[in-house]
């Protein structure tokens, strides 16, 4: 179930990618890449995304 009638993540979704936002933004203040984190992120909210889209059409 999505959080909100215009955002596709739940509850879980939207509280990992605002920890994984938090954990690049320590990294990247530290000099160090991000990419893996980001890359995650984009997974995350792929799959939410597909997952509503999915919903949507039944």
Known sequence: MAATSRDPHNNRELARV???????ARR?????????????????RT??????DAKRQK
């Open 18 to 24: 605002v920890y994984l936002g938090f954990r690049a």
């Open 28 to 44: 990247e203040a530290r000099g160090k890449s991000t990419k893996r984190i980001d890359n995650e992120v984009e997974r995350i």
């Open 47 to 52: 799959r939410a995304q597909a997952r509503e």
